[in-house]
């Protein structure tokens, strides 16, 4: 799989699993109306994912389609930030999450309106209106939950703490980053951090959270190599193409 | 009984298209007012029903006393001089 | 009772057998507020609660397209919950306390959701059978005596049309286009749905205990029995273009009739889900118990965060 292929590969995959994950919730949130609008969010990564696999199979070249490379790739060629594959924990952790990986998107979206690949361009086009919702949606409630009651603020504490450290990923490049800037088809993710901090750090202010120090914890989903909870994400969502080969759904 | 901590309650209004009212369209919990839009728009918007959306408080709204609907609204049901159709026009003039 | 009630109810009934729909303002009997609230809330709880068997795949959906198809139907479950909720409310009860209720078993929800969902197909099957007796059961609601029940049924039946049809997408695509062993899957849904999706009706005519009442109040428009048939009528030719077989071998056109006759429904299994021995009443409800439990704390700090700010806005 050539780089610019592995670079679409990372966004796909990272709607993908921040879907997988938020559609959990369903029929499991603190109040209907929540229950609601986190399908919502978990509808528009699917729809995000499954535009940009078909893209990722169409660069490819193979003629796997979104289905093929959603449901039968090996877990080391899931190129998510490990964060997104993180269980959900609690409702604190789940909005904060979907906060840091909104501002993210937002912010590697608008980049990409630039891309060389004009089909990058126009997904991205509408994918963008969706993550400023999303960012809007979970920020309202990191504040509220930052600057809630006692226990809120102390899960907010605990939820930051468990997934800041994972957050380095993104901006830590390596060849893929800089080929996609040579060739135009997208930022190195690392020249994004500091409009993502401009993104973050007023909500966490209003939250009264504070982004935590550097640490050298590297995660390496990007590069393929997950933590354990992948694989038992994996099995779960592949059951039933890999029990079922040449079945139609 | 938890009722006490219960998330007030709003009215919700959409317009589906610029052009028409806000019409009323159900309600919902909320929190707060940003809450109470973002809902709206995640419950009632679901298949492009809405270009605009209005929150009210259920609370807020002040409302007419069915018991005094025959002093609220009879006395209009005379008022037939109100109506184009009250007026029995010449045919060569009657689209007026 | 006083003279005043007397003629009060007499104006009540008048308006109802004229089609006049009651307001929530209105003056009500008490009895039929507390017929209302309890078949409300049912139906909302029953929306919920469909949410779990269903949300129970979601994780597992075979495509993308299927997930998000399956996401979208189950949401709007959770939606057609909250506008019956709200419908509810309009009667003077709490939301909260519509959900204690449930929590604590002291009311009741469709005993459909108390059957498991063990293959994908039943995904498809729930939409098409269940969503479809549930259609059957709903279109009349529309025309309920209520105004605030009827404008939540209107808004639920518009979109529970997508639900029947997308199970039965799902499954003339696994019937047509798919192998033996989802051919087999597609059967073996049907043969354990088909008898309970009768029972959504409701027991017989002759021993349905609220329908004579809600008959009158125009509450209910349509007997059990009645809608129970039609449903058989309109679902035998669906499943022939299926290819499915239904699992009963009384079923058989009845010239006279123009309708199916069927064999006879197992009441005892119907009445021992009802009274909490289904396979899945225990997990259902503390599923629910569970979810709402979890989310005490988030209510709370939403709540605690408003009044904070209110405090600040005033100081300013």
Redesign the interface.
Known sequence: MDANTLYVLRIADAC?IHG?RL??W????????????L??V??DH??Q??SL?ALAGVLEGRGRD??AL??LRAEREYRNPTALELPNG??ARTVLRSFLWASFMKVLCTALAASTNAQLAAIVAKSLKEVRYHQ??AG?WV???G???E??AR?MGDALALLWPYTAEWFADDEIDAHAAASGIGPAWSSLQSAWRAEVEPVFAEAMLTPLADTPFRSTGKRGVHSEHMGFLLA??Q???RA?P???? | MSTKNEWPLWEVFVRSKSGLDHKHCGSLHASDSAMALQMARDVYTRRQEGASVWVVRSDQIVASDPDTKDMFFEPAEDKVYRHPTFYKLPADVDHM | MSATTHSLEEIFQAKIDADVRIEPKDWMPDAYRKTLVRQISQHAHSEIVGMLPESNWVTRAPSLKRKAILLAKVQDEGGHGLYLYAAAETLGVSRDELLDALHSGRAKYSSIFNYPTLNWADVGVIGWLVDGAAIMNQVPLCRCSYGPYARAMVRVCKEESFHQRQGFDALNVMMTQGTPEQRDMVQDAVNRWWWPSLMMFGPPDAESTHSTQSMRWGIKRISNDDLRQKFIDATVEQARVLGVALPDPDLKWNEARQSYDHGPIDWSEFWNVVNGHGPCNRERLADRVKAWDDGAWVREAALAHERKKQLRAKAA
């Open positions: 993908l997988q559609a959990e369903c029929g499991h949130a603190p109040v209907l109306e929540e229950d609601i609008a399908t919502n978990a509808l699917i729809g994912a499954r696999l979104e289905d959603a449901f609690d409702f809007q949606h309202d504040v509220r939950l600057d809630g009651s226990e809120s899960r779960e969502m059951s039933l193409p079922f040449g079945a139609v759904w």
